[in-house]
């Protein structure tokens, strides 16, 4: 297995990874086009942060995003992991762990992290005790959302 930066030649199986990653979770079917416009803007935005693939015999079989949010508090970036996707056909085989170890290892090149963060749906029990097994816990914050006028939940 081979863990490395997202690159643009990847557009393709990070949006059909998060087309699947929305259905699967939210029963949601993104807008093509939109979301392909994220994924490019991410992948041609190192200040947003970046994605990372894992790749099993040079076919991508899971990858995640990371974006990065400053803390003044604390005068370096908290790193958000975000649209987590691991094939179905590739679970428990501990790549989730590897991406995750590279996070970190990322950010320590980039000066060092406040925390790691994500967010996981209530539901998702699986997901929640694999980020419990490598040693993250269930923050206290609480989140509140309002979305933007004109914007699609």
Request: aromatic content about 10%; proline content about 1%; some cysteine.
């Amino acid at each position: 297995m081979k863990i490395r930066k997202g690159q643009l030649s990847d557009l393709a199986a990070l949006v059909e990874f998060n087309q699947a990653m929305a259905m699967e979770t939210e029963n949601l079917s993104l807008d093509n086009a939109l979301l392909t416009k994220g994924v490019d803007t991410m992948l041609n935005s190192p200040e947003k942060g970046f994605y990372l693939v894992a790749e099993i015999e040079g076919e991508i079989a899971g990858s995640l995003m990371v974006t990065l949010e400053w803390s003044d508090w604390r005068a370096t970036n908290y790193c958000w992991i975000q649209s987590v996707y691991i094939r179905p056909q590739n679970r428990r085989q501990g790549i989730y762990a590897k991406l995750y170890q590279t996070v970190k290892t990322k950010a320590a090149e980039m000066g060092g992290a406040a925390s790691f963060r994500l967010y996981v749906e209530h539901d998702n029990l699986a997901a929640q005790k694999t980020y419990e097994s490598l040693g993250m816990e269930q923050s206290h914050y609480l989140m509140y959302e309002e979305l933007a006028e004109g914007s699609k939940a």
